[in-house]
């Protein structure tokens, strides 16, 4: 498809667990968000790519997050040790201009820690 | 730092009731306001941009507009698939330009048939 993929759509995890999310962006879109939502609540912002460069990750929790975007395509985004309020929807986006052009969102992945 | 509030929190109108949504935000120097519209188990979906006091923009049923200080999202006689959550977002400010986005909480818009 032409759009920006996620997977899993879905993830239980038990607490202490690590889980991969993955972001298939849009060919060529050079910017790729990732985004926290949770229940009721809009997107908060975690961390920006541009191609493979990690520009910003100030938004990222705590030291157990990280994510990658090695060939500047795909991202993963890893969380360690997962926690009860780490339980959310991770919304992945990208964009085809540098920071903040049109972007398109994934479906996400909704994230069960129990 | 950068605030986005929007009101209400939450609407219901009948199908044919226009409205208006509205979106205030606080930042320290605007470079753009974004809408989108996010659907149940959807990511949000981007509607508008507008950069600079006094613009407006359409599409189909939905005018976005912009003031200093705040934002409208004007809906005219909207159908029932118009139901969503409505957000608003402005660029966050960080040392390599305006990267990700802060978002208000949403409206949640229902339209009753």
């Known amino acids: 498809g032409a759009g920006v993929s996620q997977s899993p759509r879905y993830k239980v995890a038990k607490r202490g667990q690590d889980v991969a999310l993955r972001c298939d962006p849009i060919?060529?879109?050079?910017?790729l968000f990732w985004y926290q939502q949770a229940l009721g609540q809009g997107p908060e912002f975690l961390t920006y790519f541009q191609n493979e460069a990690q520009l910003d990750k100030s938004g990222l929790p705590s030291d157990r997050f990280f994510a990658e975007r090695p060939e500047g395509s795909v991202s993963t985004l890893k969380i360690q040790r997962t926690q009860q309020e780490d339980s959310a929807v991770y919304l992945c986006?990208?964009?085809?201009?540098?920071?903040?052009?049109?972007?398109?969102f994934g479906q996400g992945t909704r994230l069960t820690v129990v | 730092e950068d605030q986005v509030t929007q009101s209400p929190e939450a609407l219901r109108l009948q199908e044919g009731e226009s409205s208006s949504l509205n979106c205030s935000y606080t930042v320290s120097g605007l470079r753009g306001l974004f809408w989108y519209r996010q659907d149940p188990g959807k990511g949000p979906e981007f509607l508008f941009t507008?950069?600079?006091a006094g613009e407006e923009k359409e599409k189909e049923r939905l005018k976005a507009t912009l003031t200093k200080k705040e934002s409208f999202l004007h809906i005219t006689a909207p159908k029932p698939e118009d139901s969503a959550t409505y957000l608003c977002?402005?660029?966050?400010?960080?040392?390599?330009?305006?990267?990700?986005?802060?978002f208000g909480k949403g409206t949640h818009l229902i339209i009753q048939p």
């Open positions: 060919s060529g879109h050079v910017s």
């Open positions: 507008l950069y600079s």
């Open positions: 977002a402005v660029p966050m400010y960080s040392g390599g330009g305006a990267d990700g986005l802060t």
């Open positions: 986006a990208s964009s085809l201009g540098r920071g903040n052009t049109e972007a398109f």
